[in-house]
Structures are given as C-alpha cells and as structure tokens.
C-alpha cells in the first residue's frame, strides 16, 4: 500500500540556520497529492504546503517544497530556522481513503 | 471562519467504560476523518465517512465504530474501553482528500 517515509526524527538546529526536512513516498497512483502539515505544542495539525505538481516549487511561510516524482521525493526546506518554527512536521500522501502519514519530525530550534 | 469542534477535549475513563467523541463541523464538508496520535507512531487514520451513514474502515478500525446521522456532526464510540485505547484523537473534515482541516483534539485516558 501506500506509504510516507521521513528519515528524520528529530531535528535540532540553531535559529538562522537552514533547516532541510526529508519526505519520500511509495504509490500506486502516478498523480499523487502531497503534503506538508505542521503542529505545534498542544495545537492540532494545519496544513503547510501541498502540491501535485511536478518539479514545481511551492511556497508558504518562508518553506518550501518541490514534488519530485522520479526520485518520489518531496522534501521540505526553509533557508533560515526562527524560534517559531520549532513543531512537528508531518508529511502526507493523499489516497483514495484519505491521507497517509509519515511518522514525522520535530524540529527544535535553539537561540 | 473554518471550523471543526471536538467535544468533550479531556476525558478520563476506566477500563471497559463506554466513550463517546463527539466532532462538528461547520463547513458542509461531505468527509470527515477520525484519527488517533500516539509518540512516535504519527496520525493513523480510524474510520473515514464520505456523508451520512456512508462510513469506512481506516487502518486502524478495531475496537471502535462511528456514527453519521449528519453531516456536520461525526462521533467516534469506544465500546468498552482498553487501555491501549488512550491517546489523542483528532477529527478532521475535507471537501477532498486533498486537503483536511483539523479539531483541537480530545485528550483520551483510560486507566
């Protein structure tokens, strides 16, 4: 079935620096959605980014993501970490049922 | 303003009590979702309603049910509650798949 792989689960860096968060993703279906929600403490998930296009670069917020659909990748990145971006970060593949889930990273950023 | 409500947002059980959750939303969203967030293992998808009395089986279907007698209204019940049942769960509700918003989250313990 399908699946969403984030290899990191926790990332920790200092504020300014760039932060790079990995998504890949298996699929039967060759015109995935993807996306990027965010959550922070004791909030509930909002989505961050989407796209279904590919090798299109899609921004919000200062982040960004491109759908790659050869490497099946969807990675997000933002060039300079603030305090306010420390969160769980959920990327998601959109099915038929609904969305699947990696199992996501927290980002920590640190003054 | 977009909304989805999630009654009651704290609630402490005994093993083998009844539990009801309770979701509304006010966007005339014909999906709603209930999943359920643990440490570690993300967002799993539970059931899955595409309108009134139309529900579906997510991934993680046992030991609960659903009921959607409307569509701005969405109830997850735990018969019987078990203690691997505690966690925290979200209601979401979407025009698609492609993109969910979500309640604040209801704080379930069962001891």
């Known amino acids: 079935g399908d699946s969403v792989t984030q290899t990191e689960g926790l990332v920790t860096l200092t504020e300014g620096l760039p932060v790079m968060l990995n998504c890949t993703y298996q699929?039967?279906?060759?015109?995935?959605?993807l996306f990027w929600y965010v959550q922070h403490l004791n909030e509930s998930p909002r989505l961050l980014l989407k796209?279904?296009?590919?090798?299109k670069r899609t921004e919000h917020q200062g982040f960004h993501a491109t759908l790659h659909k050869s490497s099946s990748s969807f990675h997000l990145q933002k060039s300079s970490a603030q305090l306010s971006d420390s969160a769980l970060y959920y990327c998601?593949?959109?099915?038929?049922?609904?969305?699947?889930f990696g199992l996501g990273t927290r980002v920590s950023v640190f003054p | 303003d977009m909304k989805v409500t999630q009654m009651p947002r704290y609630l402490i059980k005994r093993m083998g009590e009844n539990v009801l959750l309770e979701c509304g939303q006010d966007m005339s969203h014909e999906t709603m979702y209930w999943y359920r967030q643990d440490p570690g293992l993300g967002l799993q998808l539970i059931y899955i309603?595409?309108?009134?009395?139309?529900?579906s089986e997510g991934d993680i279907p046992k030991g609960y049910r659903v009921s959607r007698k409307k569509r701005e209204h969405f109830s997850l019940i735990l018969d019987s509650a078990k203690t691997n049942q505690t966690s925290v769960y979200f209601c979401?509700?979407?025009?698609?798949?492609?993109?969910?918003?979500f309640g604040p989250g209801t704080r379930l313990t069962v001891l």
């Open positions: 309603s595409y309108d009134v009395d139309s529900n």
């Open positions: 998601a593949l959109s099915y038929a049922q609904g969305l699947t």
């Open positions: 979401a509700s979407g025009a698609s798949s492609y993109e969910q918003y």
């Open positions: 699929t039967i279906y060759s015109n995935p959605f």
């Open positions: 796209s279904f296009t590919d090798n």
